[in-house]
């Protein structure tokens, strides 16, 4: 495995790693939401199903940006 292809798997878990902490901090806050109004329940699920979709967008987009980031940097440097 090439030094470069390490560094880009470096990126890209360290981007999950990171996002993940933060959506462990929404997940609180939504069944928080979820709690408090419970009348709203299916809304809650189409809502759930939006914040999916930009999440998944976020993780690919955030995956190959910060291992792309690595790869450069590292090249730049070395």
């Known amino acids: 495995m090439s030094s470069n ?3 880009f798997f470096i990126g890209a ?3 999950l790693v990171v996002f993940s902490w933060f959506k462990v901090a929404a997940i609180h806050l939504f069944k928080q939401e979820i709690a408090s109004d419970s009348s709203q329940k299916n809304a809650a699920w189409k809502k759930l199903f939006q914040v999916f979709a ?25």
């Open 54 to 78: 930009v999440d998944l967008l976020l993780c690919i987009i955030g995956v190959l940006g910060t291992g792309i980031t690595f790869v450069i940097i590292f090249n730049l440097f070395h």
């Open 13 to 15: 878990i360290t981007f």
């Open 5 to 7: 292809l390490l560094l």
